[in-house]
């Protein structure tokens, strides 16, 4: 019997508009009725993933955010930082992201942070803060960086930032079209389900995650039943035990909950 359901927000849980359809929602108002757990498990950053936990009331205690960086509560407005990157080699890479003109912000649990010369509303628009949230500085003076954030511009660029990376132990994932994460060598959306999961005495085979890019692969690849919406990307298609035929616009997890849990919603 599934006991937890972990879930991706953007391409999967939200729709295009980055909104929650009528049908997702009664969906997960259902799994709550059935003491069903639910987890956010997104790589936005702490204060956009839980704007979108405090919207919803069907949504339980704790979700995921950064990739697997950071562990939040919603209602207790406490976190639990996984694992933060390296300050030398995050300086390092800050150094040479700047080199190749790269825009980049960073997480930490303080909040989003970005250089002076990066375009904020572009960060707004693709990272889902608002103006409060965004911050400026020189990004060699933020405390725990948990995640840094590219914004590709092109073919080149994005080969140039891969190299980069390939010099540090360090993991690199693409979120959506023109992003790419980066975070701490074991940091991923699993390793932190497995914590929360864990807490509540759930094995892995009893739990469902659905999602849509690369950086859902692990997640979907352990879990006991891990499923990918129909706009997902090829390589998390290639690790799905199953693949929606609805997209993240057709209400995908709706069907999903309502054809492996078998209920009338």
């Known amino acids: 019997m599934y006991e937890l359901i972990a879930i991706d927000l953007d391409g999967t849980l939200l729709d295009d508009d980055k909104n929650i359809t009528k049908e997702n929602l009664k ?8 003491n069903i757990i639910t987890v956010l498990a997104s790589g936005r950053g702490l204060s956009a993933t839980r704007s979108i936990a405090k919207k919803i009331s069907s949504f339980n205690d704790y979700h995921i955010c950064c990739n697997g960086g950071l562990i939040f509560n919603t209602y207790k407005e406490d976190h639990k930082i996984i694992k933060t990157l390296n300050q030398n080699d995050f300086n390092n890479i800050i150094d040479d992201l700047r080199y190749i003109n790269a825009s980049v912000g960073v997480q930490s649990p303080d909040g989003f942070y970005y250089e002076i010369n990066t375009n904020a509303d ?16 020189n990004l060699k003076n933020v405390k725990e960086p948990i995640l840094i954030t590219c914004y590709i511009n092109n073919k080149k660029q994005y080969d140039e930032i891969f190299d980069i ?11 959506e079209k023109n992003w790419i994460e980066i975070f701490p060598k074991g940091v991923n959306k699993y390793n932190a389900l497995k914590i929360i999961a864990d807490s509540y005495n759930i094995d892995k085979k009893n739990i469902i995650a659905i999602g849509d890019q690369t950086n859902d692969i692990e997640m979907v690849k352990n879990a006991g039943l891990g499923i990918c919406v129909k706009n997902a990307c090829k390589d998390l298609k290639d690790v799905s035990d199953m693949i929606s035929p609805y997209s993240n616009n057709q209400n995908a997890v709706y069907h999903i909950i309502k054809e492996i849990l078998k209920c009338s919603i």
């Open 27 to 34: 969906a997960l108002n259902w799994c709550k009725k059935q």
């Open 122 to 137: 572009m960060l707004k628009e693709k990272v889902f803060y608002s103006d409060k949230d965004l911050i400026k500085i």
């Open 165 to 175: 990376i390939k010099k540090y132990d360090i993991n690199i994932t693409q979120s």
